[in-house]
């Protein structure tokens, strides 16, 4: 099994949704398997995708689903409820260029914008406008949790670090 580095963020998440003292006994089981921690999850996906691991404990769902559509080895499970990192978008105060920002911003938002994203495998938000993969789709749709922070973040960080990586 192979961990990313920087999975502070799901672990935190997993905490917060597990509870934490069932959440710290998954983490601390997990990392008894002898899991080996890389840096950077696309390279540790392609890595899976090479073979050199059999299970890859978290990834970005689109770099294996993509792998697989051009014929790689490897496939992906969702977990329940789907944990999502929202990435917005905003303009700047000062911009020198405020109508072109918001003729942007509005292209995003609209449906031609958001088939626009979903070609190139980022998950529309629009209703009318389907995601590339239904799996991803459906497991979105029926349980989302938007990833965040509960408590001191620095606080988890130190305990991944101390359950995964051993500092």
Partial sequence: MVLDQNEDRW???MLYLMG???GMELMQALSKQ?????SGRSL???LLGAGEYDLQVVAYWYRPYLMKK????VDWIGIEPAIVALHPISIVEKTPHPNAARLLLDFYLSEEGQKALREIDKIPLRKGVEADSKRVAELVARTPHVIKYEGDPGKQIKL????FIGR
């Fill in 11 to 13: 672990f935190a998440n």
């Fill in 44 to 46: 540790v996906t392609q």
């Fill in 160 to 163: 991944f670090n101390e359950i």
């Fill in 34 to 38: 002898e899991v080996s921690i890389r």
């Fill in 20 to 22: 934490e003292k069932k």
């Fill in 70 to 73: 051009q014929g790689a080895p």
